[in-house]
């Protein structure tokens, strides 16, 4: 009884010591409404105060943002790594590890670890859902089929002191040894603010009040009160303070400070009905609570066990016969758990056995664990789409601002995705720029992924790394490239070029004079080419065009490859009518395939020419081609000519037999000009 009066009084000058000056020091959201703590986040609305249970919601806020930029910005790294790591990749691996790599490109293996990555994220939230859901469904089930008490079961302590503290209490299924601190049963007391012209009307509101004031003078975050093995109370609580304890918060996003533990009292012996909520709950006796602040505060105090807590009513506990000029109080259990996750208390304090519900008046509510988790998975798929959304749209600002995407207009399309044979082909289009110079634009699709032969991503890619190392005046230039909604399955790349003029098939040369020259420029390319390490592999008189001032440049680096240090390498499929035969065997070859080609090229630039058998002698080598036969142009044309030595030694089955394109513009025959070039 000694204690319950200097509780009273203890609680009093508590009270008179926070006056409106000092408030904002005794209270938690005096600079911010959300206030954290190691079991989860305080809101403030008003004088509505909402907890929302397990998650530290600044903390929780920045992970979902970080976790959903990851989702944003790692798919658009990998496509990037496509482009400049893929494409880069061949001169610093072997060529198998180069091949395989592609290998795993095309099938989509190296996208495999992201997609694990993404259904492992997503397995885990489902699990953790699923965990809390069905742990809150079991718990429901049995406190409103069974009558037990499990789970969090709210406390509604009165009008008086709502704005003040917020009490949870949590009944575990086991009292094992075994379980940590977080799975056991316990009563947690949160302060928010110190009472501010509070009116006494009980010793257990006064000694509440007092512990409230105490705990917020020693920078306690929050109070448990734990019940581990047959009973025995311990008291834990989080301080905020400088140094080290054993379970450090700052380690588990709970800020700085430490738990402190501390034994209470041992278990109360009672029998009968409630008996396990009566051993709890009766540490929330004014003696005890009083106690309580003490240790907290470092004093010394014994607790002893309130043998008083008795069953006044149905599912109602006495708190303790107290002194008769404090009054009297009661925790009634108003039913068990709502199905409402946002209900106030189900726990209350009353003052008599025949007061009626007051939990509705309460300003206090709570967002459980489970609902909590699914909130934070509405947010996740919503940050996921926001910030996938604004990523997007900076990666065009950047486009803009750094590639000048949207500086160009399409005047012509030269190519579509889709070709009679039914391979993908980058779309090929011919754009200008705000100054009207004219440039070609390629782009290839992400998606669909390409098989062996199909020209693709990777393949377009692999030509803007190529043609970027390329500088001379008979190759296109490159100008730039750049991803368009990287990241997606509508990702493209695109590539600006330098326009070449039009195709030499649609303006072959007009006589012998005309087509030293033209040839000249076009050795002069493949020479440039094979002095940078590259062999060409799809020259064609489609990929050979003539500017207005009739010079010659090679175009479409496709299906080009950097050659190994031995000057060969595995060749991919080009124009079939063009094909050095040796490149049926998919054997590596060498940059002499460009010569056979180049070879072909004369055979059809000659064909409206003035000389015996060249009508039929392109068409004829074509055809042999095509068939995979052998072909002897002395059956064409005059063995005696010089073009005959020309075209005859570009065109030599024997690989190695064939000149170089250095040897070929030292060639007899194009150093016979009938008249100076002029341009």
Same mark, same amino acid.
């Given at each position: 009884?000694?204690?319950?009066?200097?509780?009273?009084?203890?609680?009093?000058?508590?009270? *008179?010591?926070?006056?409106?000056?000092?408030? =904002?020091?005794?209270?938690?959201?005096?600079?911010?409404?959300?206030?954290?703590?190691?079991?989860?986040?305080?809101?403030?609305?008003?004088?509505?105060?909402?907890?929302?249970?397990?998650?530290?919601?600044?903390?929780?806020?920045?992970?979902?943002?970080?976790?959903?930029?990851?989702?944003?910005?790692?798919?658009?790294?990998?496509?990037?790594?496509?482009?400049?790591?893929?494409?880069?990749?061949?001169?610093?691996?072997?060529?198998?590890?180069?091949?395989?790599? &592609?290998?795993?490109?095309?099938?989509?293996?190296?996208?495999?670890?992201?997609?694990?990555?993404?259904?492992?994220?997503?397995?885990?939230?489902?699990?953790?859902?699923?965990?809390?859901?069905?742990?809150?469904?079991?718990?429901?089930?049995?406190?409103?089929?069974?009558? +037990?008490?499990?789970?969090?079961?709210?406390?509604?302590?009165?009008?008086?002191?709502?704005?003040?503290?917020?009490?949870?209490?949590?009944?575990?299924?086991?009292?094992?040894?075994?379980?940590?601190?977080?799975?056991?049963?316990?009563?947690?007391?949160?302060?928010?603010?110190?009472?501010? *012209?509070?009116?006494?009307?009980?010793?257990?509101?006064?000694?509440?009040?007092?512990?409230? !004031?105490?705990?917020?003078?020693?920078?306690?975050?929050?109070?448990?009160?734990?019940?581990?093995?047959?009973?025995?109370?311990?008291?834990?609580?989080?301080? #905020?303070?400088?140094?080290?304890?054993?379970?450090?918060?700052?380690?588990?996003?709970?800020? &700085?400070?430490?738990?402190?533990?501390?034994?209470?009292? $041992?278990?109360?012996?009672?029998?009968?009905?409630?008996?396990?909520?009566?051993?709890?709950?009766?540490?929330?006796?004014? #003696?005890?609570?009083?106690?309580? /602040?003490?240790?907290?505060?470092? =004093? %010394?105090?014994?607790?002893?066990?309130?043998?008083?807590?008795?069953?006044?009513?149905?599912?109602?506990?006495?708190?303790?016969?107290?002194?008769?000029?404090?009054?009297?109080?009661?925790?009634?259990?108003?039913?068990?758990?709502?199905?409402?996750?946002?209900?106030?208390?189900?726990?209350?304090?009353?003052?008599?056995?025949?007061?009626? #519900?007051?939990?509705?008046?309460? !300003?206090?509510?709570?967002?459980?664990?489970?609902? %909590?988790?699914?909130?934070?998975?509405?947010?996740?798929?919503?940050?996921?789409?926001?910030?996938?959304?604004?990523?997007?749209?900076?990666?065009?600002?950047?486009?803009?601002?750094?590639?000048?995407?949207?500086?160009?207009?399409?005047?012509?399309?030269? $190519?579509?995705?889709?070709?009679?044979?039914?391979?993908? =082909?980058?779309?090929?289009?011919?754009?200008?720029?705000?100054?009207? =110079?004219?440039?070609?634009?390629?782009?290839?699709?992400?998606?669909?992924?390409?098989?062996?032969?199909?020209?693709?991503? @990777?393949?377009?890619?692999?030509?803007?790394?190529?043609?970027?190392?390329?500088?001379?005046?008979?190759?296109? &230039?490159?100008? +730039?490239?750049?991803?368009?909604?990287?990241?997606?399955?509508?990702?493209?790349?695109?590539?600006?070029?330098?326009?070449?003029?039009?195709?030499?098939?649609?303006?072959?040369?007009?006589?012998?004079?005309?087509? $030293?020259?033209?040839?000249?420029?076009?050795?002069?390319?493949?020479? /440039?080419?094979?002095?940078?390490?590259?062999?060409?592999?799809?020259?064609?008189?489609?990929?050979?065009?003539?500017?207005?001032?009739?010079?010659?440049?090679?175009?479409?680096?496709?299906?080009?490859? !950097?050659?190994? &240090?031995?000057?060969?390498?595995?060749?991919?499929?080009?124009? *079939?009518?063009?094909?050095?035969?040796?490149?049926?065997?998919?054997?590596?070859?060498?940059?002499?395939?460009?010569?056979?080609?180049?070879?072909?090229?004369?055979?059809?630039?000659?064909?409206?020419?003035?000389?015996?058998?060249?009508?039929?002698?392109?068409?004829?080598?074509?055809?042999?081609?095509?068939?995979?036969?052998?072909?002897? @142009?002395?059956?064409?044309?005059?063995? *005696?000519?010089?073009?005959?030595?020309?075209?005859?030694?570009?065109?030599?089955?024997?690989?190695?037999?064939?000149?170089?394109?250095? +040897?070929?513009? $030292? !060639?007899?025959?194009?150093?016979?000009?009938?008249?100076?070039?002029?341009?």
């Amino acid at each position: 009884m000694l204690l319950i009066v200097i509780a009273y009084t203890g609680a009093a000058q508590a009270v *008179d010591l926070v006056d409106e000056q000092n408030l =904002k020091t005794y209270n938690v959201f005096a600079s911010s409404p959300i206030y954290v703590t190691p079991s989860g986040t305080f809101i403030r609305y008003k004088e509505q105060t909402v907890f929302v249970q397990g998650v530290h919601l600044p903390h929780q806020v920045v992970s979902t943002l970080l976790q959903a930029g990851a989702e944003a910005i790692l798919p658009k790294l990998m496509h990037h790594f496509m482009v400049f790591g893929m494409a880069r990749a061949e001169g610093y691996i072997s060529e198998y590890s180069y091949q395989k790599l &592609k290998r795993w490109f095309r099938e989509g293996t190296l996208l495999k670890p992201l997609d694990f990555w993404y259904w492992l994220n997503s397995l885990r939230r489902a699990v953790t859902l699923g965990l809390a859901t069905y742990g809150e469904a079991r718990s429901r089930y049995l406190n409103i089929k069974m009558g +037990d008490h499990l789970g969090h079961i709210p406390f509604y302590m009165g009008n008086r002191l709502e704005q003040s503290v917020f009490i949870d209490v949590f009944f575990a299924e086991s009292t094992n040894t075994s379980l940590s601190d977080t799975d056991v049963s316990r009563i947690e007391v949160t302060p928010l603010a110190a009472p501010v *012209d509070f009116q006494c009307k009980s010793s257990w509101e006064m000694a509440l009040a007092y512990l409230v !004031h105490t705990l917020l003078k020693h920078g306690v975050k929050q109070l448990q009160i734990l019940e581990r093995a047959e009973g025995e109370l311990f008291l834990r609580w989080f301080q #905020e303070r400088e140094g080290r304890g054993e379970e450090r918060g700052e380690e588990r996003g709970e800020g &700085k400070g430490e738990w402190i533990k501390h034994f209470f009292r $041992k278990a109360y012996s009672v029998t009968g009905e409630l008996r396990r909520e009566r051993n709890l709950l009766s540490a929330l006796s004014p #003696e005890n609570l009083y106690c309580v /602040a003490e240790i907290v505060a470092g =004093k %010394a105090c014994n607790c002893a066990v309130d043998e008083a807590l008795t069953i006044t009513g149905e599912k109602t506990l006495h708190l303790a016969p107290l002194h008769a000029l404090v009054g009297t109080g009661y925790l009634r259990f108003s039913g068990s758990q709502s199905w409402s996750p946002g209900l106030p208390g189900q726990l209350s304090l009353v003052n008599s056995i025949y007061e009626p #519900e007051v939990s509705g008046l309460s !300003h206090q509510f709570r967002l459980p664990y489970w609902a %909590a988790l699914w909130a934070e998975e509405l947010f996740h798929q919503l940050a996921v789409t926001v910030v996938r959304q604004s990523v997007d749209a900076g990666e065009a600002l950047l486009n803009q601002w750094l590639h000048h995407s949207h500086s160009y207009t399409v005047t012509k399309v030269l $190519k579509t995705e889709a070709n009679l044979a039914g391979e993908k =082909k980058p779309t090929v289009e011919l754009v200008q720029d705000r100054s009207g =110079k004219s440039w070609v634009r390629k782009s290839a699709p992400w998606k669909p992924i390409c098989s062996t032969n199909q020209y693709c991503f @990777l393949h377009l890619a692999e030509e803007a790394h190529i043609l970027s190392h390329l500088n001379h005046k008979n190759i296109v &230039k490159y100008h +730039d490239s750049w991803l368009e909604r990287s990241g997606s399955d509508q990702t493209r790349l695109l590539m600006i070029e330098e326009y070449g003029g039009a195709v030499t098939r649609e303006n072959p040369p007009k006589n012998l004079r005309e087509f $030293k020259t033209m040839m000249t420029d076009a050795l002069k390319a493949v020479e /440039a080419a094979e002095n940078a390490g590259v062999a060409h592999f799809d020259i064609s008189d489609a990929n050979l065009v003539k500017d207005e001032s009739d010079v010659v440049r090679l175009i479409d680096f496709g299906v080009a490859r !950097h050659l190994d &240090k031995s000057g060969h390498a595995y060749p991919q499929r080009g124009t *079939d009518t063009y094909l050095d035969p040796n490149r049926y065997s998919w054997k590596k070859t060498s940059h002499k395939t460009d010569i056979w080609a180049l070879g072909t090229v004369g055979l059809n630039w000659i064909r409206n020419f003035k000389i015996k058998g060249a009508d039929i002698a392109g068409r004829a080598l074509m055809v042999a081609n095509r068939n995979r036969e052998p072909f002897d @142009l002395g059956n064409y044309l005059d063995t *005696d000519s010089e073009l005959f030595n020309f075209l005859n030694s570009m065109l030599s089955q024997d690989m190695d037999r064939r000149p170089t394109a250095r +040897d070929l513009l $030292k !060639h007899k025959f194009l150093q016979e000009r009938t008249s100076p070039r002029s341009r």
